[in-house]
């Protein structure tokens, strides 16, 4: 298993994972919004981020971060690796290498609000819209200050 920079030419499969772990996770999205969603992930948001991906034994992407800044802009497990360590990983490098300090999650993916929270993120504010301007609230947060000093195990 590996963490690496994503190359230019794996975003088709990188945007594959996006949309799979959407699914499986964003209920609260419409058909419409994934749709509108997808070509900007693969043309516009993937080019614009430092991406790295997490690779499995078998040489296949199960996951990948995408990084802007201190930021976490993405971060998305392919469905059959979920619960296996894959996020966690990506977000220690994101944090101990990349310097990740914020995310924004989508107030409705309880999963992914625990699982921030259970890393060590907080809530600091609230948008009432996504970056879309569409009604799905982001909650704003940021790494606590327990958390910044531990390195990942």
């Known amino acids: 298993m590996t963490i690496r920079t994503a190359l230019a030419l794996e975003f088709a499969v990188i945007t594959d994972i996006w949309e ?6 964003h209920d609260f ?11 900007r992930i693969l043309e516009d948001w993937l080019p614009a981020v430092n991406v790295m991906v997490f690779v499995g034994d078998n040489a296949e992407i199960l996951g990948f971060t995408g990084v802007s ?68 609230p982001l909650l704003h947060m940021r790494l606590g200050s327990s958390r910044a000093s531990i390195q990942p195990s």
């Open 69 to 136: 800044g201190e930021k976490l802009e993405m971060l998305f497990i392919a469905p059959e690796a979920r619960g296996k360590g894959v996020g966690k990983a990506l977000l220690d490098h994101a944090v101990s290498v990349l310097a990740v300090r914020l995310v924004d999650v989508n107030e409705q993916n309880d999963l992914a609000l625990g699982f921030y929270r259970h890393m060590g993120f907080e809530v600091f504010a609230r948008s009432p819209l996504d970056g879309q301007g569409k009604p799905y």
């Open 20 to 25: 799979a772990s959407v699914r499986a996770t």
């Open 29 to 39: 999205l419409l058909e419409d919004d994934l749709c509108e969603l997808r070509p």
